[in-house]
């Protein structure tokens, strides 16, 4: 299974990548940050128009402002994400409800 993963520059980014490491049957193809990193095992994208890898599914682990962006990313791509993010209104949490 191929990842995108969101949030790849922060604390539990880092924690997914770690774990990810270790499985055989997942790989994170790329990942979305605030700053660009291309020389690590996989992109680290800052701007969402230059991600240009096919995932199987998107692992949000960021700040409710990134999660929307990835979300607009996700729906024009018809990509499954799993956001774990929090601290979301209850508005913006009805807006994601509505994207689902």
């Given at each position: 299974?191929?990842?995108?993963?969101?949030?790849?520059?922060?604390?539990?980014?880092?924690?997914?990548?770690?774990?990810i490491e270790n499985q055989e049957d997942i790989k994170i193809k790329c990942g979305f940050g605030i700053e660009?990193?291309?020389?690590?095992?996989?992109?680290?994208?800052?701007?969402?128009?230059?991600?240009?890898?096919?995932?199987?599914?998107?692992?949000?682990?960021?700040?409710?402002?990134?999660?929307?962006?990835?979300?607009?990313?996700?729906?024009?791509?018809?990509?499954?994400?799993?956001?774990?993010?929090?601290?979301?209104?209850?508005?913006?949490?009805?807006?994601?409800?509505?994207?689902?």
């Amino acid at each position: 299974m191929d990842i995108l993963l969101n949030g790849a520059t922060g604390r539990m980014g880092k924690e997914v990548e770690k774990y990810i490491e270790n499985q055989e049957d997942i790989k994170i193809k790329c990942g979305f940050g605030i700053e660009e990193i291309l020389d690590k095992n996989f992109p680290i994208y800052n701007d969402i128009n230059k991600i240009k890898e096919k995932v199987d599914v998107i692992i949000d682990f960021s700040t409710p402002k990134a999660t929307f962006k990835i979300l607009e990313y996700a729906k024009q791509t018809k990509t499954p994400i799993v956001i774990a993010t929090t601290g979301f209104s209850k508005d913006e949490l009805k807006k994601i409800e509505n994207l689902s």
